[in-house]
């Protein structure tokens, strides 16, 4: 039974998914950068994370191609950081506050975590990549929702916490 493409994108959208960016630098110092809907952990021995860039992307290779990167959590009110490191901007470090890491990479500046990886491994996985980082230094930086995408839409998550209290 062939699935509807339409109609997969439509069933899914209904779990929700963190947004990040995932940055690198090359090796003439130029920081770089993209999002990702799908980034999570994996292992904790050896500290493993993934995420799974699409086959199209132009940055991707990029990234892949310095060995490491580091991913960004973003913060509920980061949806604007998120389009500009989604679109066809060519400088989309411009306006963006950021400081590297220890390894080099870029840390934006207000993100929730970030986390700083090697590349651990690359598979195909249908029109998607599916890539494994090595977490090599780890911080939350803020307390504060992440942004995530559900059902076409741009939302936070609500703080079960502070409603019962």
Known sequence: MKIDSAQFRTV???????VSVVTSTTAEGEPIGMTVGTFTSVSLDPPLIGFFPDKRSTSWPKIAATGRF???ILAQDQELICRKFSGGDRDRFSDVVHRLTANGMPILDGAVAWIDCDLYSVQEAG????VLGEVRAITAERA?????????????V???EAISA
């Open 12 to 18: 899914m959208g209904h779990y929700p998914t963190g």
């Open 158 to 160: 609500i703080d079960i």
């Open 144 to 156: 504060e929702s992440p942004l995530i995408f559900l059902r076409g839409k741009f939302g936070r």
């Open 127 to 130: 029109d998607h990549f599916f």
């Open 70 to 72: 580091c991913v960004n």
